[in-house]
């Protein structure tokens, strides 16, 4: 296979949930950019259609859905829309994420059910609805956004988001296990695990902390669109056939400081 065609996704469709600003948005601008037709989905339609229009500017075709990733039939009606708009689901990748900031001691209840049915249960619907049409196909990619904060634990005075913490863990976990599950289907399951991106998400942390943040990061700065764009691809991609169950850290080196 020649180098352009292990980079190349044209004729591939894919998904990407919380399409519609952040991390979500640029991932969506990768694909197009490489060739993909592109539904971006996510509670904010208004987000999601600018998103979308954006992206029938670069020569793809696009479609946007409100969705909640919660909601099982809201999922299956995003995948089903899809393959019957194109035929084929290649690419998915599980972004869609929330996080609750609170000392663990007095962390609601009902706000870690919240993280962990955004994060961990839209995971594993969305997964469950793309693997069943993937395995139909004999191929797939599915891309789930984990967190170096899943690695471990943070000081609550750098960053009190237990649930946060522990549903992208969870979400390696899974990565793992139905990557494994999925491979005899030719379906390559991975995860990207991003450190600091300036998003909605990690503002309170990067406003108080940036500067700490910088000084532990052995590439001395916190992450870039183009950082994620090349990961993307590459997970999204030809170019990582071979590569399933895997976690890509994508943090600067923060994580190999000991």
């Known amino acids: 296979m020649l180098l352009d065609e292990l980079f190349n996704l044209s004729n591939k469709t894919a998904i990407v949930t919380g399409g519609g600003r952040g991390l979500g948005e640029i991932m969506a601008h990768a694909l197009a950019d490489a060739g993909a037709n592109v539904v971006v989905c996510s509670r904010d339609i208004d987000t999601c259609k600018a998103v979308s229009e954006a992206l029938k500017q670069k020569g793809v075709q696009s479609l946007a859905f409100e969705c909640d990733v919660t909601d099982p039939a809201q999922v299956e009606h995003v995948v089903n829309e899809t393959v019957a708009q194109f035929g084929t689901l290649d690419i998915l990748i599980n972004n869609s994420g929330t996080s609750w900031i609170a000392p663990f001691t007095d962390l609601p209840a009902d706000k870690w059910d919240k993280v962990m049915a955004v994060n961990l249960k839209g995971t594993f619907l969305f997964s469950q609805a793309a693997a069943k049409v993937m395995t139909k196909q004999k191929s797939g990619k599915i891309i789930n956004i984990a967190s ?64 700490k943040i910088i000084a532990r990061t052995p590439l001395g700065r916190i992450g870039e669109p183009d950082d994620l764009k090349g990961a993307t691809l590459f997970l999204a991609s030809n170019a990582s056939n071979y590569i399933t169950g895997h976690i890509l850290t994508l943090d600067g080196g923060a994580t190999a400081v000991v």
Not at 177 to 205: C, E, M, R, Y
């Open 148 to 211: 170096i904060s899943g690695f471990g634990g943070t000081m609550d005075t750098f960053m009190n988001a237990t649930a946060y913490n522990t549903s992208k863990g969870a979400i390696m976990t899974f990565t793992k296990d139905i990557a494994v599950k999925l491979a005899p289907h030719n379906i390559q399951v991975n995860a990207i695990a991003p450190g600091f991106f300036p998003t909605k998400l990690s503002a309170p942390v990067l406003n108080h902390f940036s500067k």
